[in-house]
């Protein structure tokens, strides 16, 4: 069983930055595709980013590309999400999800979902 907490959610003006963190414990966190999904107020959760097992490979939602970015450190346990030039439609509760097959993982259905953080952009 892994348990992912997430952290660095907060209250941002539009054009700052926030960088988003999810430790993981109770399993082999390098063995795990890991990703960032969002929920904004009344719309569904969608996919914003994901990783590879080593961090070789990453991948965007396209109105996120440019702007975030995924990283993780094995050595801790810790995937980021580095969000620069915030927008107010950035605004949603942000989940962390680790899945050891990377299609079920990026269609939203991951092995385990962490709890989520807020991201409030104001305009």
Same mark, same amino acid.
């Given at each position: 069983?892994?348990?992912l907490v997430e @952290? %660095? %959610?907060g209250l941002v003006q539009a054009g700052g930055?926030?960088?988003l963190s999810c430790a993981a414990s109770g399993g082999s966190f390098s063995s795990y595709y890991m990703a960032w999904?969002?929920?904004?107020?009344g719309k569904d959760r969608e996919f914003a980013a994901s990783i590879s097992f080593? %961090?070789?490979?990453?991948?965007?939602?396209? @109105?996120?590309? %440019?702007r975030f970015t995924i990283s993780r450190?094995?050595?801790k346990n810790t995937v980021y999400?580095?969000?620069?030039?915030?927008?107010?439609?950035?605004t949603a509760v942000y989940y962390c999800a680790a899945g050891r097959d990377y299609i079920l993982l990026t269609s939203g259905y991951p092995d385990y979902w962490g709890q989520g953080t807020q991201v409030t952009v104001s305009s």
């Open positions: 069983q892994v348990q @952290s %660095g %959610g930055s926030l960088r999904f969002r929920q904004a107020p080593r %961090g070789y490979s990453t991948y965007y939602k396209d @109105s996120v590309k %440019g450190d094995n050595a999400l580095q969000m620069n030039s915030l927008k107010p439609e950035d």
